[in-house]
Structures are given as structure tokens and as C-alpha cells.
């Protein structure tokens, strides 16, 4: 695709559920990265892969959270046990390295848990 | 630890007004520095980011930024303001390519 492609959009979700985001990267880029950007904040750091491995996973913000890459392209974001805490936009972005090549985000997946 | 300050929550300017957008940083090296722009339902865009050499560094959308280290501080400038300029704005350091520390963001509405 031409950008970096979020799925669910939107999703609302009981407390308790268990939730998974989809990100879709820019084909070709080997890396990517999730952050969570809460209500009035600046997007925060969660977890970053290179390949398929998960380079950097210090952002994750407890083992409630977890994510994965198995083939190195979608990355899937999973919440389990989901507080309402965990309401927020998830971004994903990619790049071409994870050097200094320039990072594309994507729209973002907005999680409401009620 | 690394941390970000954007004083401006929301700025309000006039179309062909200038602008500039302040972005106070800290960190315990010599930084990597972004400024980013969000519009409503649209994803973070780059708009430049300064690695080393020239502290001036030019962007896209005709905006430039001055990286000052005595004053920690890479503010966002443009001298003419378009109302397609009207969105969020964040400021962001970081030791590398992707573990940046964003601030708080500043919002731009633009009046005509």
C-alpha cells in the first residue's frame, strides 16, 4: 500500500476484553514501531521491531501488552485484560531502517474501553 | 531522563501572519531533534529533523527550525502562515531514529 495501514480504526471494547490492533507497513520497511498517544498528550513510546525480532519492547507499559511481527511485515499490537486506562490512540509507523531513516505513521487505531 | 516542553498549548495567528512554535528539550547527549505535524484524522507527518551539522535546518512546507544548545532549544518557524497550516504540532528528542520523546504538542488555529 501507499502508507502505513491501521485496522481497527476504531474499536470499543469492554473493561476486561482482550483487544488486537493490526498494523500494515510500508512494504519494503523493515521497521516499525508502536506508540500510544493518550488524550492531550504527545505520543509515547512503546515497542519498536527490526525484522521480525522486537528490538526495543522497554515502552510497554506492563505484561498486559504485547506485540508481534512473524513474518518481519504486519505487526499485531495485543491488549489483554483491558482497563479503561488502556483508552488512547495506538499509532504505528515504519521506516526504512531504524537508523535515520524517517519515520511514517499511520492514522492511528482509537481504543475506547468502557 | 529525556523530556520535552512545548510552553504553547494553542497558538492563534493570522493567515500571513509568522509564526513561531517553542520547543525546550532535555537530554544527556547531543540530541536528534523532530518536529512533527498532526492534522485532524490524518497521521504524524515529519516536517524536519536535525541530526548534527547546521543548526538551521529546512523543511517541508516552507517551515525551518534553529537548533540552539546553550538555550536547549529547537524552535519551529515560518514566515508566513497558511490556513492549511492549522493543526497540532509536536516537538520530539531522542538518542535515536525511533525511541523519541514527544511533548505535549501545540495546537494552530489560523484565522483568515
Known amino acids: 500500500g501507499a502508507g502505513v495501514s491501521q485496522t481497527p480504526s476504531n474499536k470499543v471494547t469492554e473493561k476486561g476484553k482482550y483487544v488486537e490492533l493490526r498494523c500494515d507497513p510500508i512494504?519494503?520497511?523493515?521497521?516499525l514501531y508502536w506508540y500510544r498517544q493518550s488524550l492531550g498528550q504527545g505520543p509515547e513510546f512503546l515497542i519498536y521491531?527490526?525484522?521480525?525480532?522486537?528490538?526495543?519492547d522497554s515502552g510497554l507499559p506492563n505484561d498486559r501488552f504485547f506485540a508481534v511481527r512473524p513474518e518481519g511485515s504486519v505487526s499485531t499490537l495485543k491488549i489483554q485484560r483491558t482497563e479503561r486506562g488502556d483508552s488512547a490512540v495506538y499509532l504505528c509507523a515504519s521506516s526504512a531502517s531504524g537508523g535515520t531513516g524517517e519515520l511514517f505513521f499511520g492514522e492511528g487505531s482509537r481504543l475506547t474501553v468502557l | 531522563a529525556q523530556s520535552v516542553t512545548q510552553p504553547d498549548i494553542h497558538i492563534t495567528v493570522s493567515e500571513g501572519a509568522s509564526l513561531e512554535l517553542r520547543c525546550n528539550y532535555s537530554?544527556?547527549?547531543?540530541?536528534?531533534l523532530f518536529w512533527y505535524v498532526q492534522s485532524p484524522g490524518q497521521g504524524l507527518q515529519l516536517l524536519l529533523k536535525?541530526?548534527?551539522?547546521?543548526?538551521l535546518v529546512q523543511g517541508i512546507k516552507g517551515f525551518e527550525a534553529e537548533f540552539k544548545r546553550s538555550q536547549s532549544s529547537f524552535n519551529l518557524r515560518k514566515p508566513s502562515v497558511h490556513w492549511s497550516d492549522a493543526a497540532e504540532y509536536f516537538c520530539?528528542?531522542?538518542?535515536?531514529?525511533?525511541?523519541?520523546?514527544f511533548g505535549k504538542g501545540t495546537l494552530l488555529t489560523v484565522n483568515p
Open positions: 512494504s519494503g520497511h523493515t521497521a
Open positions: 520530539a528528542v531522542g538518542g535515536s531514529n525511533y525511541k523519541l520523546t
Open positions: 521491531f527490526q525484522g521480525t525480532g522486537a528490538a526495543d
Open positions: 536535525y541530526f548534527s551539522g547546521d543548526t
Open positions: 537530554y544527556g547527549a547531543t540530541p536528534y
